[in-house]
Nanobody, 125 residues
Framework: QVQLVESGGGLVQAGGSLRLSCAFS????????MGWFRQAPGKEREFVAG????????DYAESVKGRFTISRDNAKNTVYLRMNSLKPEDTAVYYC??????????????????WGQGTQVSVSS
């Protein structure tokens, strides 16, 4: 069974940076594309960024392009989300998710079979 554990969330001022980490265990990490999603209070869960098994293909939501960077370290079974120039509207619970066998990162939550527990990111103005 895949287990995902996020870390790195917190409170930051607008314009600041955070790096989220997601530790993967239980299966072969390189068999999975990985994604980051977020959910703000009263809103639906939305795609933030995705990365394929090798790291050679990435995708981003328009709202975070140029500010966020997704990466993975297959030797450490970990996926990262570097978030720069944070805005108050980035405030949400951020979730890591795993998608088996996808050749390219997918953007809809129902494509991902496994989810972490989430980590809170709060950006003050």
């Amino acid at each position: 069974q895949v287990q995902l554990v996020e870390s790195g969330g917190g409170l930051v001022q607008a314009g600041g940076s955070l790096r989220l980490s997601c530790a993967f265990s239980g299966r072969v990490f390189v068999s999975y594309a990985m994604g980051w999603f977020r959910q703000a209070p009263g809103k639906e869960r939305e795609f933030v960024a995705g990365i394929n098994w090798s790291g050679g293909s990435t995708d981003y939501a328009e709202s975070v392009k140029g500010r966020f960077t997704i990466s993975r370290d297959n030797a450490k079974n970990t996926v990262y989300l570097r978030m720069n120039s944070l805005k108050p509207e980035d405030t949400a619970v951020y979730y890591c998710a795993a998608d088996k066998w996808a050749l390219d990162p997918r953007t809809t939550p129902w494509d991902y079979a496994y989810w972490g527990q989430g980590t809170q990111v709060s950006v003050s103005s």
